[in-house]
């Protein structure tokens, strides 16, 4: 395992995100905890020290099975991390309350780091209005009564929403957690952020590694450049290599699904093998091509599905949008759909944009949606 230096720990350079657990039957609230403490077991005995979970995460339930499997382990063997969910408003006055409740959940009194979730453009005001929600007051009070070891954020928001928190907050901000990948190095302005943070001295948190699975493998075309240069190198390898040679990069989380995923990363994380500047090229290259096919950026993380009056699986719907628009067609969506009642379709989406307010991606999901219904006639 590499580690890499934070302050006064040495942090596994591989992360273990606790998102996208093993489920049951598909549901995302059901997860298969056996096989999630299995895993769990593996990354501990493979060298993995630093575990992130959320307060929403498989509905509730990732900080309940966390809580399990660590306990099962030296307080001092493991650094865990979750968050404060401001991405729902209507937490936005709780801050104790869940703060308290997540201390039971994970059966831990401190945490090692801890983070505002998901500062954007929907919550900055929020994050920003201490006189009113104390959510900052509060998370510093925890910090100097060491119940808080490290304190940071994760962000989605765009550079403005980035530059504003960091001017309000920065001076108290340890690290800071970003959507950063090969593809949301120019998509998501990842190069700028992370560059912003660099000129702070706030070190970089790396989540969604392999943008939702999307970049473990790649069009035939893409591989095969990818395989002329380095022939022993795995795809998904392709884009922790990426971020391992970034400058500020400290930590990069993987939510892995299953057992197999695991190991993958283990393997890929057991030899340092940063990118030379004609591979970053490469990859850089073939990422404008992939960006330009016209599709969306979900990341399947759920926060939609909550907030959807229809109960529609927006993950799913985008996923086959996504798959409509790379291939330009073809029977695979409409097939797939036709399997959903007409609750359930596209075409359902009432257009109330609840699901926006939400979205980490800030994808204008009822354009979309009504994109996809015209496009299936």
Wanted: negative net charge.
């Amino acid at each position: 395992m590499i580690y890499n230096d934070f302050q006064d720990v040495r942090l596994s350079a591989l992360g273990f995100g606790a998102m996208r657990l093993p489920v049951i039957g598909g549901d995302d609230s059901r997860i298969d905890e056996a096989a999630a403490l299995r895993m769990v077991d593996t990354a501990m005995a493979n060298g993995i020290n630093y575990y992130d979970t959320a307060w929403g995460y498989h509905g509730g339930n990732s900080e309940l099975v966390m809580g399990k499997a660590l306990a099962r382990y030296p307080r001092e063997s493991f650094y865990l991390a979750t968050k404060f969910p401001g991405y729902d408003p209507s937490n936005w006055s709780k801050v104790e309350e869940i703060f308290e409740t997540q201390l039971k959940k994970l059966n831990v009194e401190y945490f090692d780091f801890y983070l505002f979730h998901n500062v954007c453009e929907m919550n900055i005001d929020a994050y920003l209005d201490d006189e009113k929600y104390h959510i900052y007051s509060y998370l510093m009070e925890q910090k100097r009564s060491g119940r808080i070891k490290h304190l940071g954020f994760s962000c989605h928001g765009s550079i403005s929403v980035l530059k504003r928190f960091l001017d309000a907050y920065g001076r108290d901000m340890e690290f800071c957690q970003l959507q950063l990948n090969y593809l949301d190095w120019t998509f998501q302005h990842g190069k700028e952020k992370t560059e912003m943070l660099g000129e702070m001295g706030i070190p970089v948190w790396v989540m969604e590694p392999l943008r939702g699975g999307k970049l473990a493998g790649l069009a035939p075309q893409y591989e095969a450049e990818l395989k002329a240069l380095r022939p022993d190198e795995e795809i998904a390898a392709w884009a922790f290599r990426f971020l391992r040679s970034v400058p500020g990069v400290t930590m990069i989380l993987s939510g892995m699904s299953n057992r197999e995923q695991l190991e993958k990363n283990l393997a890929t994380f057991a030899e340092d093998r940063k990118l030379n500047e004609t591979e970053m090229q490469a990859l850089l290259g073939i990422s404008e091509k992939m960006l330009s096919a016209g599709t969306v950026p979900c990341t399947a993380c759920h926060y939609c599905v909550s907030h959807c009056p229809m109960g529609l699986d927006i993950p799913h719907l985008l996923s086959l949008y996504n798959e409509h628009a790379y291939t330009g067609g073809g029977f695979i969506a409409p097939m797939a759909l036709s399997a959903l009642p007409p609750e359930k379709q596209p075409s359902a989406c009432l257009k109330c944009r609840s699901c926006e307010q939400v979205c980490p991606q800030q994808i204008k999901i009822s354009e979309v949606l009504a994109d996809f219904s015209e496009k299936l006639g």
